[in-house]
């Protein structure tokens, strides 16, 4: 008897494809998904990339609201009812064995969307809500708003069949939140080690227009303070101040505003910004770098830029935390977590030691390509699909 393929519906609720953290992590969840067999249908926000090879559902347009960035928004409510709407319909011709849920906002609708086609629901977590929405500035520290979405954060890791997380300090969050150690645990971003591998350097820094008697630092990501964009800035200044050769190479938007600031701080000379990077240009965007570096300020959330940092061969300056430390081990230069002279420090000493920018580099890719392919990932979800499937006794998953 042939088998039956896997049916995976994933929920996604942001405008995907947007060439950021979260989105890398949705979209090399679905091709690794579909490389090991699985039939799956993305459902998204009306606005986003089309990604070739990943079969997407959107909502209705909705012309107002065109957001990117992450971040929170008042508007998000009823484009999430719209989601569950359209996930309903895709559910209803495609008949999936299980749903995936991204976010916090894709599991809590999920969790009804469960109860109408009876599957399980399968979350992703890629951080706490309750945490999220307060470093943003979208809620106050203790306010009666704050407890509101903690105590709907624990219904939704309730609602959950089982969860996944990027990192193990979420997952020692969860369980300290009260979710049994046998319905959640780790499956790590990855990397493209082919796609994100070391590169000539001289092209894309004649294309850029970069110095070429300094050392370039890199950053790629979203540019907001969150990850860390202004701490970055400060010791881009006293960098300046010490005399530093350096040339900062910033890549991501909304870039405006920070180009903006850079002038005030008298950095247009040190800084490129580049706004939007192609997911699909980044590793060529990379390497122009001599130095990366990811100053995000969370102790718990996922970091995915690491990967692709080491993949190229970059030597890596990031704060000291668990989550920094899971990706990157040893192989790379820490400051204390939020200290901007460290980081002053850490940037300096790599920017002036030829040899352990090499080790460095080095030993990262070697990291790279050892730990985090998005192959070996790809093998660990669809585990993970039949385990949660065994445990809800779903399906016959000895013929899938």
Request: overall charge neutral; hydrophobic content about 45%; glycine content about 8%.
């Amino acid at each position: 008897m042939a088998e039956t393929p896997l049916r995976v519906l994933m929920l996604a609720p942001t405008p995907f494809f947007a060439d950021r953290g979260c989105h890398v992590r949705i979209l090399e969840e679905a091709r690794a998904a579909l490389r090991c067999g699985v039939e799956l249908r993305l459902v998204t926000y009306h606005i986003g990339r089309d990604v070739p090879g990943i079969p997407i559902e959107r909502i209705a347009s909705i012309p107002w609201y065109r957001k990117l960035e992450a971040g929170p928004s008042w508007h998000k409510p009823y484009l999430d009812v719209l989601l569950f709407f359209k996930a309903l319909k895709v559910a209803r011709q495609f008949k999936p064995h299980l749903i995936h849920a991204h976010l916090h906002e894709g599991a809590f609708f999920g969790a009804f969307l469960k109860m109408f086609i009876r599957v399980p629901m399968l979350f992703d977590c890629q951080g706490s809500l309750t945490a999220e929405i307060t470093d943003h500035g979208f809620v106050k520290q203790g306010s009666l708003q704050q407890r509101f979405f903690a105590a709907l954060e624990g219904w939704i890791n309730r609602s959950s069949d089982y969860i996944i997380t990027s990192s193990g300090p979420t997952v020692d969050q969860l369980v300290r939140d009260g979710v049994p150690k046998d319905r959640v645990r780790v499956l790590m971003d990855g990397v493209d080690t082919d796609v994100f591998a070391p590169q000539a350097k001289e092209a894309i820094r004649a294309r850029l227009g970069l110095p070429k008697d300094r050392r370039i630092v890199v950053f790629l990501g979203v540019l907001n303070s969150y990850q860390g964009v202004d701490l970055l800035l400060e010791a881009a200044a006293d960098l300046k101040g010490q005399g530093a050769k350096l040339h900062f190479l910033v890549m991501g938007f909304p870039e405006a505003g920070y180009r903006e600031k850079a002038e005030d701080l008298g950095l247009s000379e040190m800084m490129t910004f580049t706004g939007r990077v192609p997911y699909d240009e980044a590793a060529l965007y990379l390497s122009a770098g001599d130095i990366a570096v990811s100053p995000k300020i969370s102790l718990t959330e996922a970091n995915g830029k690491l990967f692709n940092y080491i993949a190229c061969g970059l030597p890596t300056v990031a704060f000291d935390t668990p989550v920094n430390r899971e990706i990157l081990g040893d192989d790379a230069l820490y400051a204390k977590f939020g200290d901007v002279i460290e980081l002053v420090g850490a940037i300096g000493r790599l920017a002036g030691d030829r040899e352990l920018r090499e080790e460095l580099g080095t030993m990262g890719r070697e990291r790279a390509v050892r730990e985090h392919s998005w192959e070996a990932r790809g093998e660990e979800l669809t585990g993970v699909y039949r385990m949660v499937l065994r445990k809800a006794k779903t399906i016959g998953t000895e013929k899938i």
